[in-house]
């Protein structure tokens, strides 16, 4: 085999991996911002069932028949951080209907100035999945407008039964 040709294969092959990450900045404290993550209806959905605010808690979500997921906490450090795992899940709109599984959610909580930031990072979520645009547009949707509400006005922007909250949702939910 040609060394070069070897070496030019090799590095078209290797992908870098980003996992998808927002940020952002509220006037609240570490404690509100942790007690809204810990809150998942009243910014995501408001069909999850189960408890989502302890270690080792387990809750499902879903919206309608379109996706669907079981989730764990695995890690929960009082006003500074939060991990989900994702033990499960089921997208109607994908090739590969658990896309999601095995990957985990971080919420890290931090001061910054005379402000509280939460960086939101879905890892494992890479712009190679089928659901990157739709999933990453609707993670910024939820951390930026409805959890940031949440966390500023006491009120989210979260899905529910019959109540798409984002475009792709909306979009999603009239082709079932």
Request: hydrophobic share 30%; with cysteine; charged share 30%.
């Amino acid at each position: 085999m040609d060394p070069d040709n070897y070496r030019n294969n090799t590095k078209q092959k290797k992908m870098t991996t980003t996992d998808f990450t927002t940020t952002i900045l509220v006037d609240q404290t570490p404690k509100e911002a942790f007690n809204a993550i810990n809150n998942v209806r009243g910014w995501w959905s408001e069909e999850i069932e189960g408890s989502t605010d302890k270690f080792n808690d387990e809750f499902k979500y879903h919206f309608e028949d379109i996706h669907r997921c079981q989730i764990k906490l695995i890690e929960v450090v009082p006003d500074k951080k939060v991990v989900w795992l994702v033990m499960d899940n089921y997208f109607k709109f994908t090739k590969d209907k658990s896309e999601w599984t095995d990957t985990k959610i971080s919420f890290e909580i931090s001061k910054k100035d005379n402000k509280t930031q939460i960086r939101f990072t879905h890892m494992g979520l890479v712009p190679e999945y089928e659901c990157f645009d739709v999933c990453s547009n609707a993670w910024t949707h939820y951390i930026q407008e409805s959890l940031s509400g949440l966390i500023a006005t006491g009120k989210g922007q979260p899905n529910g039964k019959g109540k798409p909250s984002t475009e792709n949702e909306k979009k999603l939910n009239r082709r079932s």
